[in-house]
Nanobody, 115 residues
Framework: QVQLVESGGGLVQPGGSLGLSCAASGISFSIYSMGWYRQAPGKQRELVAVINSGGNTNYADSVKGRFTISRDNAKNTVYLQMSSLKPEDTAVYYC?????????WGQGNQGTVSS
C-alpha cells in the first residue's frame, strides 16, 4: 500500500518563501520519480517540478530559478522549496509518485501568496 503524506503550505506575502514536503511509505522510494504539481482556481493542474530516480530535475518555466525540488531517499521524502513567491503561485500543491505507468498522488495542500 503506497501512501503519500504532504506537509507545508500556508499563507505568505509576495516575495516570501514556503517549503513543502511529501513523505512516502510502502515503496522502494529511490526507484521512483517524484513530482510536484499545482492547481490554481479555475485552471488545470500543471507540472511544477519533477525529479527522477537519477536525481535529474525539470521545472516549469514559470517557477524556474525560484523553486527547487529535491529528494532524500533515506527519508523517503521529496521537497519543494519555493522562494520569491508571487500571487500567481497561489494554488493547491500536490506531490506525485511515478513508476512506469503507475501514479500515486498526495492529498494536496494550499499555498496562498497574498498581501
Amino acid at each position: 500500500q503506497v501512501q503519500l503524506v504532504e506537509s507545508g503550505g500556508g499563507l505568505v506575502q509576495p516575495g516570501g518563501s514556503l517549503g513543502l514536503s511529501c513523505a512516502a511509505s510502502g515503496i522502494s522510494f529511490s526507484i521512483y520519480s517524484m513530482g510536484w504539481y499545482r492547481q490554481a482556481p479555475g485552471k488545470q493542474r500543471e507540472l511544477v517540478a519533477v525529479i527522477n530516480s537519477g536525481g535529474n530535475t525539470n521545472y516549469a518555466d514559470s517557477v524556474k530559478g525560484r523553486f527547487t525540488i529535491s529528494r532524500d531517499n533515506a527519508k523517503n521524502t521529496v521537497y519543494l522549496q519555493m522562494s520569491s513567491l508571487k500571487p500567481e503561485d497561489t494554488a493547491v500543491y500536490y506531490c506525485k509518485l511515478t513508476r512506469f505507468t503507475n501514479n500515486w498522488w498526495g492529498q494536496g495542500n494550499q499555498g496562498t501568496v497574498s498581501s
